[in-house]
């Protein structure tokens, strides 16, 4: 048993989330977050992330995050559960999780 997490892009490349969606014994999971919310969280983390480490402003980092959350939607749609995780602490979000599989 295993917990595979994939990065925002990767479900979106080849056919990745098609076989994710294929495994067999497998759950697929979108955890989705508000453009705000991601913007938020992302804009003190972009120094460790190369494709935004050049945005400045949380405006911007809103823009960009908005524009990929439209381009890749209708691959992360594609996922079986989707678990909302606006303001919510990890607990809670593991708690959800464990609801919808259960």
């Known amino acids: 048993n295993i917990v595979l997490s994939l990065g925002g892009g990767a ?3 080849g056919d990745n989330m098609d076989a994710v969606l294929s495994a067999k014994n497998a759950v697929s999971i979108y955890l989705k977050g508000s453009v705000s ?3 938020n969280k992302l804009i003190n983390k972009k120094s460790k992330r190369p494709l935004i480490a050049h945005i400045e402003t949380l405006e911007d980092m ?3 995050v908005g524009k990929h959350l439209f381009e890749r939607m209708s691959f992360y749609s594609k996922a079986e559960k989707h678990v909302v995780i606006d303001h919510k602490s990890k607990k809670d979000i593991v708690e959800e999780i464990i609801f919808e599989l259960f």
């Open 11 to 13: 479900p979106c490349f």
């Open 37 to 39: 919310f991601l913007a």
């Open 62 to 64: 809103a823009e960009f």
